[in-house]
C-alpha cells in the first residue's frame, strides 16, 4: 500500500495546552511521526512524498477567512505586546452570529475552539502538508488502488470549515472525502477515533452526499463534551447522514466490533462510491488518553473488517498518542486491512 507523507510534517511542535485548567505538554508531539512511519513500513507500505496541491483542495472544504488566519496569525501574533510565543486563545464567542473581530485576540478566540491547537511559525507549512498526503492518497485509490495510506499530522478531525480544536487545523478527512467527490456521487467517512469527529460532522452536517460515522468514548464525559451524541442525525438535507455511535468507557474489542457492524449496514445501505477511513489509534487501552480498551490484535480485526465492505478506501492518520504500541498499532490495523483486501 502507498503511504504519503513530507517532512514538512513534523516541523510544528505545539509546546502546551490546558487540561483541565492546568497547563500540561502538549501530547500532539513530532515524535509520533517516527513511530507511525516505523508502524507503516513494517506493514510494507511505500512511503512517498506527496505534491504541493496547492490551497485549492483545502478550500474546497475550508472558508477563506480560516484560511487567511491559519496562515498569517503567527506573525500578526508577534506585533502584540507581551503576547504568549505560541498562538493560544482566551476569549471565544458564546454565540457566532456573524459578527467577524479585526484584532487578532478576537479572531484567535473565533476561530479556535480549545487550547489544544497553539499556532507557531512553522504550523501552516506543516498543516499544508498534512492536508496535501491526504489528497495525494485520495488520488491514489481514484487512479486505481484498492487503498491508500496518509500519514496525516497535524491530525484533523476537529477541525471545522472555520474553526481549530484538539490538536486540529485542516480537516485532512474531509479534504479526502472532498477530493473523492471529483469521481464520486456518494463518499463514507468512518472515523474510529478514540474521540468524536466533531469537526468532520459539523463540515456535512447538511450534506447527503457525504456519510459520516463515528465510533467514540460517549462524549457526556469526555472530549468534545457538546458534540457526538446519538440523536445528532444532520441536518436539512443532510438528515438522517450523520451518524454517531458512542460507547461507553473503557469499552474493547468486542463492543468496538459491535459498533461497526452498526456502522456497516448504514454503510451497506448508502452504496457508497469510496471511504475515507479517519484512523484514530488513541482507542487503543494503552493510550494517554485512557477512553477506550481496543488491544493491538483488535486493531488487526477492525482493519480486516473494515476492508471486509470492499470500498475504493483512503485511510488518514487521525489520533494515537506516545505509549510503546503506537506502531505495533498502525501495524497490525494496515496488515489487517491489507490481508483482507
Ligand atoms: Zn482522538
Redesign the pocket.
Known sequence: MKAFYAAEQKRHNPKAFLSSGAPQPNPEQPERVERLLTGARAAGCEILRPRDQGLGPIAAVHTPEYLDFLEHIYARWQRIAEASEEVIPNIHPLVRNGRYPASAVGQAGYHMADTACPISGETWESVCWSAWSAVDAADAVMAGDRAAYALCRP?G?HAFADVAG?FCFVNNSAVAAQRFLSSSARVVILDI???HGNGTQGIFYQRADVLTISIHADPVRFYPFFWGHADERGEGPGLGYNLNLPLERKSGDAEFLAALDVAFRRIRAYAPDALVVAL?L?AFEGDP?GGLSVSTPGFARIGEAIAGLGLPTAIVQ???YLCDALSDNLTSFLTGFGGAA
Open positions: 491530525p478531525h484538539g477515533d478514540l474521540h484514530g488513541d488518553f487521525e489520533g494515537g
